[in-house]
């Protein structure tokens, strides 16, 4: 069994930053792929950017130079900092582990969901 647990969300101004970090129990970290979705109310859930066993990174356009993921696979732990913040990224932010160590951008491709940290950005 995985457990998650995603943490750092906020309010925050248009043009703040904020940490998330997303800790995971489990006895083979390093070979998951990890990645970062968002939710915002009435919209399906969203690929951010993940984070693969073999150590490539992918973002999703819109954020593309604005968030950077990463990990500590001593800690077991996985990160994401949000610089530039945009009204438009307000959503729920869930952490997510892929077993096959790719990291899809489909959420359905994801075994393993933290339980989500709100982000909202004021204009």
């Known amino acids: 069994q995985v457990r998650l647990v995603d943490s750092g969300g906020g309010l925050v101004q248009a043009g703040g930053s904020l940490r998330l970090s997303c800790v995971v129990a489990?006895?083979?970290?390093?070979?998951?792929?990890m990645g970062w979705f968002r939710q915002a109310p009435g919209k399906e859930r969203e690929f951010v950017a993940s984070?693969?066993?073999?150590?490539?990174?992918r973002y999703a356009d819109s954020v593309n130079g604005r968030f950077t993921i990463s990990r500590d696979n001593t800690k077991n732990t996985i990160y994401m900092q949000m610089d530039s913040l945009k009204p438009e990224d307000t959503a729920v932010y869930y952490c997510?582990?892929?077993?096959?160590?790719?990291?899809?951008?489909?959420?359905?491709?994801?075994?393993?969901w933290g339980q989500g940290t709100q982000v909202t950005v004021s204009s």
């Open positions: 997510a582990a892929d077993l096959s160590g790719v990291g899809y951008k489909s959420p359905n491709r994801y075994d393993y």
């Open positions: 489990g006895r083979t970290f390093g070979r998951y792929a």
């Open positions: 984070s693969w066993s073999g150590g490539n990174i």
